[in-house]
């Protein structure tokens, strides 16, 4: 059975750690699965990822850079999800159209309507079959990362705090329109838990 499988969450949820150990515990419950990333999962893909978050890149129009998401996403549907989807692999992706909703749209202040409609065209409407959503407070997730000094700081952790209100807002939003499919973690609970919740979440959607 194939699944997709999207993490979403603002800066510094702690959704790559806690997914770490979420995947060795189902690798050892004899999954097959495999892990990628947006933007980026593929050459072409980094290569656009690397356009976005270039911090000189300031000048970006928010339309251009919904485009360029979208771009490297159809690039990664094609050579990574969809082959992967159709070996009946579990694939777990971190990050993906929700993000461009949640930052491009709510937090950019574009109408989320149309950029969902940019991402429906270029995933041929490719939703994910579930959505963890790492909620935390936007001020909780910038100070982890500012004592996570081994990240790479990007353009977007450069928005201010309002921005990243907005973002969370807007998850949740998503996570009220698509309730089929999003399940909000508390992020801000200790890391045990967190595994916990992401663990029985993905297991009820196996149907176990
Ligand atoms: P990350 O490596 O921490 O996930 O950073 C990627 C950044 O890109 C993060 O700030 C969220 C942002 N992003 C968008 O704004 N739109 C998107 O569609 C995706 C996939 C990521």
Redesign the pocket.
Known sequence: MSLFITLEGP?GSGKTSAMKIVLEQLKNDGYDIITT???GGTPISEQIRNV??DKDNTKMDSIT?AML?AAS?RQHLVEKIWPALKENKLVFC????D??LA??GFARGNDVEKILEINKFATDGTFPDLTLLFDLEPEIGLERINKNKGREV?R??LENITFHHKVREGYLILAARYQDRFVIIDASKPLEEVVEAAYQAIKNKLGE
Request: avoid cysteine; aromatic fraction near 16%; charge should be negative.
């Open positions: 800066e990333r947006e933007p976005i978050l850079e998401y996403r971190d990050r993906y159209l993000s461009s930052y491009q990007n977007l952790d």
